[in-house]
Antibody, heavy 120, light 106 residues
């Protein structure tokens, strides 16, 4: 059974940094493209970032470009999101999600999410 | 970016009802549309992809249709477990989501 478990969410001050992790199990992680998707307090869903199965192709939403960095470690079955220069508008639940095939695509499996709150 | 607009924002219905949710794209997305169900405190769950393909394990009372700019999600006979929020998502270009439709018990 596919399982995705996010961690690393916390309360952080504006301008601060945070690193999210997503631990994958139950499937061959190295075969799947991965994404981060966030859900705002107003319940809007927003795609954040994509990384190909090999890690060679990466995309970001304009709202996070230059501040967030996605990465993966296929040996550890793990996905990461380094978040720098955080802003209040980055406050959201962050989900990791799988997709089959190269972007753009739909998201087949989602983790349970981790909450990031940016506030002073 | 392609804007996705769902209607209605809230829908009140009863068990056994047939309900339809509409999603409109600001430009043509062919059939590159997915539908998700989300319950409070849980992650979205994929129901439909490529506008009308049912994800494995999803009950057959859920169906999707449409192409171009107008799409619908239909639940043929509402069950108690179906009261949730539903989102559409396009993947013709950079991924964007609709604002959600909350399906509540009448």
């Amino acid at each position: 059974e596919v399982e995705l478990v996010e961690s690393g969410g916390d309360l952080v001050q504006p301008g601060g940094s945070l690193r999210l992790s997503c631990a994958a199990s139950g499937f061959t992680f190295s075969n799947y493209e991965m994404n981060w998707v966030r859900q705002t307090p107003g319940m809007r869903l927003e795609w954040v970032s994509y990384i190909s199965s090999t890690g060679l192709t990466i995309y970001y939403a304009d709202s996070v470009k230059g501040r967030f960095t996605i990465s993966r470690d296929n040996a550890k079955n793990s996905l990461y999101l380094q978040m720098n220069s955080l802003r209040a508008e980055d406050t959201a639940v962050y989900y990791c999600a799988t997709q089959l095939g190269p972007a753009p695509e739909y998201f087949q499996h989602w983790g349970q999410g981790t909450l990031v709150t940016v506030s002073s | 970016d392609i804007q996705m607009t769902q209607s209605p924002s809230t829908l009140s219905a009863s068990v056994g009802d047939r309900v339809t949710i509409t999603c409109r794209a600001s430009e043509s997305i062919s059939s590159w549309l997915a539908w998700y169900q989300q319950k409070p405190g849980k992650a979205p769950k994929l129901l439909i992809y490529k506008a009308s393909s049912l994800e494995s394990g999803v009950p057959s009372r859920f169906s999707g249709s449409g192409s171009g700019t107008e799409f619908t999600l239909t639940i043929s006979s509402l069950q108690p477990d179906d009261f949730a929020t539903y989102y559409c998502q396009q993947y013709n270009g950079w991924v964007t989501f609709g604002q959600g439709t909350r399906l509540e018990i009448k």
